[in-house]
């Protein structure tokens, strides 16, 4: 079993920037493959970025490339999102999740584990 509490959320102007955590217990969390997913209001959950047990392999969605970096602390077992150069379009529910599957990571689905997410907003 893995429980995940993500914060850092909140209120930002455009261009600013935030560092989402998730804190995560149970004993799997430095073996598991961990993401960040969003979902806007109307919209479906996306992904966002992910990072492999190890932190040595990220991946991240193209339009948050270059602004967004994954990091992982497994003695803390903490993962990162650093959050610059924030837009508008990036409002969302923040979600972070633990998979123990090495690949598809973009995919939802193969997430065993969920936080219950933070707001993350961006104006204009």
């Known amino acids: 079993q893995v429980q995940l509490v993500e914060s850092g959320g909140g209120l930002v102007q455009a261009g600013g920037s935030l560092r989402l955590s998730c804190a995560a217990s149970?004993?799997?969390?430095?073996?598991?493959?961990m993401g960040w997913f969003r979902q806007a209001p109307g919209k479906e959950r996306e992904f966002v970025s992910a990072?492999?047990?190890?932190?040595?392999?990220?991946y991240y969605t193209d339009s948050v490339k270059g602004r967004f970096t994954i990091s992982r602390d497994n003695a803390k077992n903490t993962v990162y999102l650093q959050m610059n150069r924030l837009k508008p379009e990036d409002t969302a529910v923040y979600y972070c999740?633990?998979?123990?599957?090495?690949?598809?990571?973009?995919?939802?689905?193969?997430?065993?584990?969920w936080g219950p997410g933070t707001q993350v907003t961006v104006s204009s």
């Open positions: 999740a633990a998979a123990s599957v090495v690949r598809g990571l973009w995919v939802p689905e193969v997430y065993d584990y």
């Open positions: 149970g004993r799997t969390f430095s073996s598991s493959a």
């Open positions: 990072i492999n047990w190890s932190g040595g392999n990220t």
